[in-house]
């Protein structure tokens, strides 16, 4: 059972891009690993840019 997990700025996460999102990971992996689409599971989590620093920085 492969898993996916993917972290963005909340404001990426939306109806719209959520299921976009998944069908193009779930695509890419089936293709380069040879996993059967079915046992693909993605995970799709929206983080607040206060939470989220880089380079030391916080970014909200």
């Known amino acids: 059972m492969p898993v996916i997990e993917v972290k963005l700025y ?3 996460v939306t109806e ?3 299921p976009k999102i998944i069908a ?3 695509d890419a992996l089936a293709e380069s690993s040879g996993a ?3 046992h693909i599971h993605v995970i799709v ?3 607040s840019p ?5 380079g030391g ?3 909200g």
């Open 10 to 12: 909340d404001r990426r």
């Open 16 to 18: 719209e891009s959520v």
């Open 24 to 26: 193009a990971l779930t």
């Open 36 to 38: 059967a689409k079915e």
């Open 45 to 47: 989590e929206g983080v």
């Open 50 to 54: 206060k939470n989220w620093g880089v």
């Open 57 to 59: 920085t916080p970014q």
